[in-house]
């Protein structure tokens, strides 16, 4: 049998193939516009994912040559956070606002002082991040009550693909986690953080465990997609979530670094820990325990703004080659290209280059954008670490994790070896996992993460170029908070 996994990014859906053996017969991709009406703002028209997502499952369907009868699941790993907000004909009120959205600031400024960062931990596990659902809720009841007054059910992205799919109101726990709406310790909503937001349980959807099946496909569905209406619809899970069941990142003492179009660590725990000053996340898992997890919002896409927007080139090897001995460029960077989340929280933070001097030029700054991301990183693993979470093996995927450069930057940074898997699909093979084990091909996540996923390679750190590194990150660390506050003058002259 296949299960189809649906990986529903930022800017593309990925859909792959993969069978119960784990092989992963195939992948399509289609592309989706992100839309920026202010800066710092970020949206997307759901049905967009809708028509994308059906196109790439068809597309993938018809090269693999297979069978329709042949797919047995589909489940989901998606961009977290954004807020979906449908009236009551199930039609989206306004475009989603999505993770990466820095307007609600303000609000969770208010939320954590009115509240308090201890009492939010208690209630949900987590400070308010402009990220996150509930901050964008109460914006929109600010700024957007005519909408916000039609609001008749909330749902986080991929979740609105379950919906179209099997007419479910439906979520799992793991990205109900990240909506500042959740009750992380106990997996239900918080009826305190409803009534923040004016909201009824009955305007949030029911959860699930990620391996839940939601239901089976709906005729109309069935027919968009080129499937039999028997395909089991499994719940699914947040992108970062599905990526860790991936890359087998699902027991305590595991880690997985994440170099996608945001970078994230991932910290697996047996029994729930929140970091009181809101520096990492605390988010139920898709495995069934709770994760730790930091998130620097552009990772892959600093590289990316500097190489196509900057530079204008997308020969991204060729720009690597250039690049000097490691623990020794002058240069610095700060990768606050959309404001920071973990661990700083601002996202008024905006990105700079400091160090900067006659002889400096694109080899030493291509450099620093992929220090500055490694630089980010460590100070979430560093938090962990502080925590007293294990770390006894740590594996790397992600778009920048393609980069043998990169990687190397990464262990030398954390001083820390990296571990490479067979599977990279990440999110994608992440959702055919969890496809899996809801059609009853497995008995638990972990059980099919870790016989579907192997280390295959590793990435070892040099001790000289680590002990150099340490020099540069000390500097790194006191550079944001030198440059916070004209940071802020300049985010508030882009507002005017």
Known sequence: MLYIGIDLGTSSVKVVAASEDGTIFGSTTRTYPCLQPKPGWSEQDPHRWYKATCEAVRALLHTLGVSADSVAGISFGGQMHGLVALDERGEPIRDAILWNDGRSQAVCDELNERIGSEELTRRCGNI????????????MRENEPEAYARIARVMLPKDYLAWRFTGVFCTDVSDASGTLLFDVAHRRWSAEMLAECGLTEAELPHVYESAGVVGTLTPEA??????PASVKVIAGAGDNEAAAVGMACVREGQCN???????????????????????????????????????????????????????????????????????????????????????????????????????????????????????SLRQCVDVAASLSVRMDRVTICGGGAKSALWRRICANVLRRELSVLAREEGPGFGACVLAMVGCGAFASVAEAAEQLNHVVDTVPFDPEIAKRYEGRYELYLAAYPAVRELSHEIAKMEES
């Open 128 to 139: 308010a991040f402009p990220g996150f659902t509930a901050p964008k809720v109460i914006w």
């Open 257 to 375: 670094l994440s170099l996608g179009t945001s970078g994230t660590v991932f910290f697996p725990m047996a029994k729930m820990r929140v970091d009181s000053h809101g520096a990492l996340h605390a988010f139920a898992s898709a495995a069934g325990d709770w994760h730790l997890m930091g998130c620097t919002l552009s990772a892959a896409s600093s590289l990316g703004w500097w190489m196509e927007d900057v530079l204008g080139t997308d020969d991204y090897e060729l720009e690597q080659t250039r690049v000097g001995e490691l623990g020794r460029n002058p240069v610095l960077f700060l990768p606050y290209l959309s404001g920071e989340r973990s661990p700083i929280n601002d996202a008024s933070a905006r990105g700079a280059f400091l160090g900067l001097r006659r002889g400096a030029g694109r080899a030493e700054m291509t450099q620093a954008v992929m220090e500055g991301v490694a630089f």
């Open 222 to 227: 069935a027919a968009d997609l080129d499937l």
